[in-house]
């Protein structure tokens, strides 16, 4: 795949060898980026210059979201589904270290490859998909904050999801200190959320041996367990975060060697190891909370009522009725800090993709101005119209509706660092690349059979005429049609043959191609010629003269 100068305007691949001082310089570089250098030296020290982009991505594990679907399925089927958490912890372990293996190996995230890959009607289909799941993702942390607000200070709930929109503010303060201080900031929200369900586990006291059993035993018991166990799911793995991820690990220079690659993957899959053990335990906790307090014998009519009907905003009332007054407060100071910390991630991921897919960079107020609106409009008027409980119930919804697009991120990324032309020795494996490609075939399995499941159940039990029945059938399953073929399409497309090497424009190789040590051949990056930075975006052949 290595060329030399030539007269087309198409990037060219190249490494220039030789020079010690070229090989460890940045291609490109731009000033206002914030990049932590990692040292061209292995070391397990290394380790914390990596660490920073999972604890950003494991808070799309711990969000409202999540948090809602979690206390329901524990309130409904206790710890009976306490599996689903572990599979797909796992399966988010894997997934998210193979969005940061191509963000690491080429210097391009997710939404960019997708532009260069597929032509624009579908690049700008999937821009679409990806913007709804992220307002699908908003949904909740609006929601979830507003109900924080009233635990905490009695504030009406349609009152908080506008208050929420100054999650603007603070996130433009945030944006001035540097990458690194966010991290923090982020890792610090983590913990506290950890800290308040420990001392909540604390306080609930569950059986310890039906928590294990619910956690290695697998069981869908009842007729709703499907449906919650997909919610839970999509809860977990997010395709906007698929997106984040690969563009998060832009944020380190690297050493652009076959050894420095490398050790930059194992440590990015330790440290969102780690993160996402936090981000596991959190979600096992207030499962168990939810399972041993609504389960328990002593709950009178008033809870037990709670319990049948449990939302974010019941629960603190449930918690604070049955463990005490502190324990709704550790409640609420969590969802507060869960809800914010997810904007945060929301809002990066948001300019990721807009910038990926359309090469278009929005003014950070203005795109979360955008992203804020398109989640607060929907939240606004159910919270008025529905109250609380139809709150609750539009989390659920889209937390199904995440699950539903995830394939739409999915499977461009195993395609992608499937490819030997896009990977090269950090292809993966075939043994990786037949589990996530079973992975990714069983969650959308799971959820083409939901969606015809519960299509076919309103058709055959609804109140309207048999012309309208039809007519709705057929407009149904046209979107299921739909929704396989563009399935089928990202799947079954070859992909591209592109270099994994870092692209040089033209210009760069004329210049370089000038040079007696290049004249004659371009050979591919090796440990002992090339340890070249991650470029920055190119915009135009004037920002690298």
Known sequence: MAAGGSGSGQPQFLVRAGDENFSHA????????????????????NLFAYMGPGFLVSIAYIDPGNFETDLQSGAQYKYGLLWIILVASFAALIIQSLAANLGVVTGKHLAEH???EYPKAQNFILWVLAEIAIVACDIPEVIGTAFALNMLFRIPV????????????????????????????????VLTIAVCFFLELGYAKPDVGEIFYGLFV?????????????????AMVMPHNLFLHSALVLSRKIPRSLSG????????????????????????????????????????KEDQMSCNDLDLNKASFLLRNVLGKWSSKLFAIALLASGQSSTITGTYAGQYVMQGFLDLKLTPWIRNFLTRSLAIVPSLIVAIIGGSSGAGKLIIIASMILSFELPFALVPLLKFTSSKAKMGPHVNSTAITVLTWIIGLLIMAINIYYLMSRFIHVLLHNDLH??????????????????????????????????????????????????????????????DTVSMQLPQRIRSTNDVN
């Open 26 to 45: 940045s291609l490109i570089e731009n000033p206002e980026t914030d990049q932590i250098i990692v040292p061209d030296k292995e070391s397990w020290k």
């Open 114 to 116: 997708c532009k260069a």
């Open 158 to 189: 349609w009152c908080g999801v506008l208050l929420t929109g100054l999650s603007t503010l603070l996130l433009l303060a945030l944006q001035q200190y540097g990458i690194r201080k966010l991290e923090f900031l982020i890792a610090f929200l």
């Open 218 to 234: 697998p069981q869908l018991k009842g007729s709703g367990a499907t449906g919650l166990a997909i919610s839970l799911l999509g």
């Open 261 to 300: 690659i490398k050790e930059a993957c194992r440590f990015y899959m330790i440290e969102s190891g780690f993160a996402l053990m936090v981000a596991f335990l959190i979600n096992v906790s207030v499962i168990s909370v939810s399972g041993a307090v609504c389960n328990s014998p002593d709950l009178n």
């Open 466 to 527: 048999l012309a309208a029945v039809v007519s709705i059938g057929i407009l149904g399953f046209s979107g299921v049609a739909l929704y396989l073929s563009g399935i089928a399409y990202l799947v079954f497309r070859k992909t591209k043959e592109i270099s994994h090497l870092l692209a040089l424009t033209t210009v760069d190789n004329r210049r370089l191609s000038n040079e007696p040590s290049n004249r004659s051949r371009y050979d591919p990056p090796n440990e």
